[in-house]
């Protein structure tokens, strides 16, 4: 066999593998796309201040000079390092990398004035404007989907307790594999996504499957660095939720389950005690749990 025939085997190869297998490349530039298309997320509120942009820039970069004197960064790694930043936007990681080692920071700022439901980062996966359904509410999955049956359920109030009718809950996950619908090839566009409306007392229950802990992309420039580091590249299994309601600040969250991998040892750092859940096996394999969301009013 030439080389050639050998480099058009491993293209072919390569692209079987890529049409079962999500690669770091495909996850960024739906990040990307996502991230662009989002406007919530885009732009608003943004940094627009000349004193506030010198202040933040003058600190940013104060710390990465403070890292290389304290460090005696050579010239070699500086340039390993500024290789890598290029990879990372060449490879449309930037949400992805943000999101994972960064956004975890912001978040803390923000809870510090949020009195409802925890909160925690909103990650790269989500994708806006998924199915609209009304509890009670079962997340579109396929025929044959994996996994153990969760059903979760409880009520939405405000923080005095009393119920937030027809509040929503837009609910996004990653399946039995660890994969999420619009960032991995064969996974039907929707899958396990949705905007479930609660009944007039706030009541919600949605039925669904457990989903699995995942890896961030390992192929990709965030995945170098985490190998380079030495670091897991895992998240402990999670729900997705963005809790709003008219009159009312967002929470937007993640749950997680008790006893499950990774709770202590999260690469994004997302965890927190408030947000694990703890689902009952009701019998017939389904497993079943109750979590109350509260919002704030503005
Ligand atoms: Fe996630």
């Known amino acids: 066999m030439t080389t050639t025939d050998n480099a058009v085997e491993q293209s072919a190869l390569d692209q079987s593998a890529a049409a079962t297998s999500p690669t770091a490349s495909d996850s960024g530039a739906s990040a990307s796309?996502?991230?662009?298309?989002?406007?919530?997320?885009?732009?608003?509120?943004?940094?627009?201040?000349?004193?506030?942009?010198?202040?933040?820039?003058?600190?940013?970069?104060?710390?990465?000079?403070?890292?290389?004197?304290?460090h005696e960064v050579t010239y070699p790694e500086f340039q390993?390092?500024?290789?890598?930043?290029?990879?990372?936007?060449?490879?449309?990681?930037w949400p992805l990398f943000l999101d994972v080692f960064v956004e975890?920071?912001?978040?803390?700022?923000?809870?510090?004035?949020?009195?409802?439901?925890?909160?925690?980062?909103?990650?790269?996966?989500?994708?806006?404007?998924?199915?609209?359904?009304?509890?009670?509410?079962?997340?579109?999955?396929?025929?044959?989907?994996?996994?153990?049956?969760?059903?979760?359920?409880g009520q939405v109030t405000d923080t005095d307790g009393t119920p937030v009718p027809h509040a929503v809950l837009d609910i996004w996950q990653a399946d039995e594999k660890g994969y999420y619908s619009g960032f991995a090839p064969d996974i039907p566009s929707g899958n396990l996504r949705g905007v479930v409306t609660t009944d007039d007392r706030g009541v919600f229950e949605i039925s669904t499957i457990?989903?699995?802990?995942?890896?961030?992309?390992?192929?990709?420039?965030?995945?170098?660095?985490?190998?380079?580091?030495?670091?897991?590249?895992?998240?402990p299994a999670h729900l997705h939720l963005l809790v709003s309601a008219e009159g009312h600040r967002t929470v937007t969250t993640q749950l997680y389950f008790a006893g499950g991998e990774y709770l202590d040892s999260d690469v994004a750092e997302a965890t927190k005690p408030e947000l694990i859940l703890d689902p009952t096996d009701v019998g017939d394999?389904?497993?079943?749990?109750?979590?109350?969301?509260?919002?704030?009013r503005n």
């Open 210 to 235: 457990q989903p699995a802990p995942y890896q961030v992309p390992t192929d990709g420039p965030t995945g170098a660095l985490i190998s380079a580091a030495g670091w897991h590249p895992w998240r």
């Open 33 to 70: 796309a996502s991230f662009r298309s989002t406007s919530q997320y885009s732009g608003a509120g943004a940094v627009t201040n000349a004193a506030r942009v010198d202040a933040l820039a003058r600190a940013l970069l104060g710390a990465v000079h403070q890292v290389i004197l304290d």
């Open 104 to 153: 975890h920071a912001v978040e803390e700022v923000a809870s510090r004035t949020q009195t409802g439901t925890k909160g925690t980062i909103l990650g790269p996966y989500y994708l806006p404007e998924q199915v609209q359904l009304t509890s009670p509410a079962t997340l579109p999955a396929r025929p044959d989907e994996q996994g153990t049956p969760l059903l979760f359920r």
């Open 80 to 93: 390993t390092a500024k290789k890598w930043l290029m990879d990372v936007g060449d490879g449309g990681e």
């Open 285 to 296: 394999g389904t497993r079943q749990v109750t979590y109350d969301f509260v919002l704030e």
